[in-house]
């Protein structure tokens, strides 16, 4: 089974409107990753969070981390009809596998 | 700087055949991951190779093999396909530095239909 669930599946927003999507997980990590992709196109990596980060921002996303809950969520402030698109978190389990744990994927759509 | 090339775009094939899905990684990483993106099942790790070694394997039978080359690209070969194969299959690549966790760069994939 998946590691990474997000939630919720789908997502629908109007443009300016924040957009709030979760992730929990089941096994100790070492950093949790999000990613967007594009319909019919590869991943793009958005932040990288590490076990023993709280918070972290890149320009309009901000990534929490509650390794107690295992969970965490991504926030993207101000939409924009590029940000249509679906998210992925991912896991890197402890151990040092470097194995990416996806999930399913929560598919957000910005309404202009 | 050129991002992680995936070769061919589409791939069509019928049930039995096989199939060779190739990648080139970003100048420098030396580390390349394969995944599968079928529909309705998110994205299965597949393979990880890092210095022309085989690191890691998911959950996938043997007909799925690959190789990285002394220029740290890499093939995927899926042997004996089936109708279940069918699926985007994408390829990422990273420095890799001891497992800290590094992001990975992907590839736009390489869409197998199977016939």
């Known amino acids: 089974s998946q590691q990474g669930e997000e939630d919720p599946q789908a997502l629908s927003i109007q443009e300016g409107e924040n957009a709030t999507m979760n992730c929990s997980y089941k096994?100790?990590?070492?950093?949790l990753q999000w990613y967007r992709q594009n319909s019919g196109r590869g991943l793009v990596h958005l932040i990288l969070?590490?076990?023993?980060?709280r918070e972290k921002h890149s320009g309009r996303l901000r990534v929490t981390l509650d390794t107690s809950k295992k969970s965490s969520s991504l926030l993207i402030t101000a939409s924009r009809a590029a940000d249509t698109a679906s998210y992925f978190c991912a896991t890197d389990a402890s151990g040092g596998a470097q194995k990416l744990v996806f999930g399913q994927g929560t598919r957000l759509t910005i309404n202009p | 700087e050129a991002g992680v090339t995936q070769s061919p775009t589409h791939l069509i094939k019928t049930r039995g055949q096989q199939a060779t899905l190739r990648c080139s990684p970003i100048?420098?990483?030396?580390?390349v991951y394969w995944y599968q993106q079928a529909l309705g099942l998110g994205l299965q790790f597949l393979l990880w190779?890092?210095?022309?070694?085989?690191?890691n394997r998911g959950n996938f039978p043997p007909r799925f093999s690959g190789r990285q080359f002394p220029n740290y690209s890499s093939e995927l070969n899926v042997n004996a396909l089936e109708l279940e194969d069918s699926a985007l299959y994408l390829c990422a690549s990273s420095f890799n530095q001891g497992g800290f966790g590094q992001p990975q760069h992907f590839g736009d994939g390489t869409r197998l239909s199977i016939l």
């Open positions: 100048s420098g990483h030396t580390s």
């Open positions: 190779y890092d210095e022309g070694e085989e690191r």
């Open positions: 096994t100790s990590i070492n950093n």
């Open positions: 969070i590490r076990s023993n980060e």
